[in-house]
């Protein structure tokens, strides 16, 4: 009994660190972040932010995309497509921290920098913890978000920034975590609907034909002779 009561506590705190990647929580962040940068004179790292962000995001959906639609993927590597919740978290959390201490010394930016860090990986750790994710899904999506928070930290003014919107993210963890509409942005689904619609399939590849497909495919063919 107290096993069975200590592993859903365990599994309730990593659906918890999971959540804090979606896209309902961190879009909506990400757009009150940009809003500050701009409000605070930083136009071009606004600018470099959504289109660095984009392009990743554009990325991480193909690759789900082709999975869902049309089963590429890699089954020797359990891979079916990039983690967007560890690609957010990874390129939201540490430029989120950072930026709030715009003005301070650099240690507290540091501080900040390194806590966003922290908190976007272990986002990246829960989804393989939950079996959401490979790690094979979860590395890539790391690299790229760090790749975007480099580009944009780099171009960032060490200025103050304007945290007159501190309320409003607030409102978006009620939101997202409230028991109401905990996922009022459905990036899941949506990658779903846009893999059928562009391959014509009724029902999307799953892991499972993944692996039936290549590994066993493989096994029952046998050696080459």
Known sequence: MITQISTLQSSSYWQFITHLGSSSLLIPIMVITVINLWLSNQKQVAYLWMVTLGLAITFTT????????????????????????ALLAT????????????????KYRNIGLWFGIALSF???????????????EVIPAWILGM??????????????????????MVLVCLLVFGSIMP?????????????????????????????STQILGQVKLGPAK
């Open 147 to 168: 790749l975007v928070c480099v580009l944009v930290l780099d171009a960032m003014n060490y200025q103050r920034q304007r945290l007159a919107y501190l309320q409003v």
């Open 122 to 136: 272990l986002v990246g750790t829960s989804r393989i913890i939950t079996g959401a994710h490979s790690m094979s």
């Open 62 to 85: 193909v690759t789900k995309v082709m999975f869902f639609g049309w089963g590429i993927g890699i089954a020797l590597l359990d891979f079916t497509g990039v983690s967007g919740h």
């Open 91 to 106: 390129s939201i959390y540490p430029i989120l921290f950072y930026s709030a201490y715009g003005g301070a010394q650099t």
């Open 183 to 211: 996922n009022y942005i459905p990036t899941h689904d949506m990658e779903i609907e846009l893999a059928l619609l562009m391959s014509g399939r009724d029902e999307p590849y799953t892991r499972s034909d993944l692996i």
